[in-house]
């Protein structure tokens, strides 16, 4: 149920200067509700985002994201618990997107420093 992966969000490393899930949870919910041009090669997370938006609730995106991040289960299962058995796929997809704008927002903050 849980992967070996630790992902660098403040609630796993304590380290304040790493963006919080809360960071990673924002930004998803605006880039589904605002996407990126189609040509850009990450468009197709926000699509991922904002189709389990329009087929779940916020909070099933938010709970799915925090399992990926914080808690440590695979997308599959974190799909399951937060979406149900029939469209797990949706975690897999929000997952894998979560992931991507978590290092979306590591990126930028390296480019900060």
């Not at 899930?21 to 990126?36: C, G, K, N, S, T």
């Not at 389990?52 to 916020?58: C, G, N, P, R």
């Not at 099933?60 to 997308?75: M, P, S």
């Amino acid at each position: 149920m849980s992967t070996d992966e630790t992902y660098c969000v403040r609630e796993n490393t304590g380290n304040s200067a790493h963006p919080s899930v809360d960071d990673v949870i924002e930004l998803a919910l605006e880039r589904a509700a605002d996407h990126r041009p189609e040509q850009d090669p990450d468009a197709h997370f926000d699509r991922y985002v904002s189709t389990a938006l329009e087929a779940h609730s916020k909070s099933a995106v938010t709970e799915c994201i925090r399992l990926v991040l914080i808690e440590g289960f695979t997308q599959r299962s974190a799909g399951v618990k937060a979406f149900g058995e029939d469209d797990y796929v949706r975690g897999i997809e929000v997952g894998v997107a979560s992931r991507s704008y978590l290092r979306e927002l590591l990126d930028e903050q390296a480019t900060e420093s």
